[in-house]
């Protein structure tokens, strides 16, 4: 590899370790719902992101809001000294990408039969502090 190559990935690793984030894996809700929920909470601060994801009556927002919790816990473990009130965390990146499919079949008049796919999602949610410079 490269000197400008491996100094660019040591910065890269350098970056990840201090950044807070946390994934949730084959959450079995269709993307398409859980993105309505996620495009409330993307950008917004995170006491406030909190009791949006609690009031809302959807299933995907329960999910979400322990991801969120999660999240502030791996902040709070890089950052031990430091309080959430003060840092002014935000929800920096929120993604929900497609998982595999669970195939079924329903039964259907005249022995045919329906193609049923059950989706399930990935979310990635990224944690970020709010600076004098932003």
Not at 77 to 87: F, G, L, P, R, V
């Amino acid at each position: 590899m490269g000197s400008r190559k491996h100094n660019m990935a040591t910065q890269l690793k350098e970056a990840r370790k201090t950044r807070a984030f946390a994934k949730i894996t084959n959450c079995p809700t269709s993307p398409r719902k859980m993105r309505l929920v996620a495009d409330q909470v993307r950008g917004v601060e995170v006491e406030k992101a909190l009791q949006i994801l609690k009031f809302s009556p959807k299933e995907a927002s329960r999910n979400l809001e322990k991801l969120l919790m999660s999240a502030i816990a791996n902040w709070q473990a890089k950052n031990e000294d430091a309080s959430i009130e003060d840092a002014g965390l935000f929800v920096k990146s929120i993604c929900v990408d497609s998982a595999g499919m669970l195939k079924r079949l329903r039964p259907a008049p005249q022995g045919r039969a329906h193609r049923i796919r059950k989706r399930s999602n990935h979310v990635t949610l990224e944690l970020g502090t709010k600076t004098k410079s932003n």
